[in-house]
């Protein structure tokens, strides 16, 4: 019993001081102009750190704070993923099912499944690809089905695994379709306004002149010297949909991994399905579960990023660990893999 409790004693000590490296390294690099954003690092038990570092809008001066909301790119595709999993467990969807059941007229609709879109193994595009697509255009996932019908696949379904928005936002016109609602409205109903998510929301870019206090401003680093205001603008038509750029906080983003993880949202049963490897390696230690992706390196982990111009995320869950690092940053030029990677060799010891 003493062994015991002397190992749990040195377990919290490495722990604390790791955490306290940590916020020491991001301290010093906001310091020196090298990080602006927002981390959380938790345990099963306790967040250890929630913390906001430099500036959400540099030019007033407003700090970002672990409730500041950041663009997630591609990061808030595990809603969609989620979704669809729970639509499954409550039996209105088959993952065997064809695209084709729910949306008319895509490429090979009548053999490409509902498994195959989730696990970027259909052979769609990028939606923004697609001639005369502009957000603009568009309000909701359906919008966007008859840009995506004209665009070639790029492989038969089943043939290979490419990462494709094409996949995501056929999925949103798969939520839309089923719930007979718009996406955001469907997310806002099944998972914002239950869990409490206050920071999580779909705003559109052109509405936030009046309410950029709330959001992070993204910043590019000049090619000469220190940083330049990105406007509130899409890259690639990317707009607040099924395929990434919902806005949301550190605080909320755990609330939402902790329901998921702890079976709150899904059973165990089809958080299982959820976050099962059905992919060969995508990129280097990578797998696709049903949109989450699942990373065997030394430290295994299950999440997502995000990477744009202005705002890049990493939101991974560590089931070995039972610990959780969520890291926002509205530094475009901030690499948020090689900084994970620096916080894993510090937690973890990995080398």
Partial sequence: ????????????????????????????????????????????????????????DRENKVKNTPDTRFDLSSGSKIFTGTAITLLAQEGKIRFTDTIGQYIKGLPKGNIITIHQLLTHSAGFDDFYKAAGFSFKKVKNCMDIMPFMRTLPLVYNPGDSCIYSTGNTIILGAVIEKISGMNFQDYIERTFIIPLNLKNTCFTPYWTLDDLQRQYAVGYQKKETSGYSRKNYNYDFGFIPLSAGGAWSSVNDLFKFDKAV??????????????????????????????????????THCI????????????????????????????FGSIDVFELAAIFDKILFKSK
């Avoid at 990023?305 to 869950?317: D, E, R, T, V």
Wanted: aromatic share 14%; proline share 2%.
């Fill in 1 to 56: 019993m003493i062994g015991f409790l002397l190992a749990v004693c040195f377990n919290l000590f490495g722990q604390s001081a790791g955490i306290a490296e940590i916020d020491s390294l991001l301290t010093e690099m906001t310091r020196k102009d090298q990080f602006s954003g927002a981390v959380l690092i938790a345990d099963g038990v306790k967040v250890l750190l929630s913390k906001g570092y430099g500036y959400s």
């Fill in 261 to 298: 993880f702890s079976a709150k949202i899904l059973s165990q049963e089809y958080l299982d399905i959820m976050t099962s490897e059905y992919t060969t390696p995508i990129w280097e230690n990578c797998h696709f579960g049903y949109i989450w992706i699942l990373d065997d390196s030394n």
């Fill in 303 to 330: 999440g997502h990023a995000g990477n744009s111009s202005g705002w890049n995320i990493w939101n991974y869950f560590y089931p070995g660990k039972k610990i959780t690092i969520i890291i926002l940053t509205n």
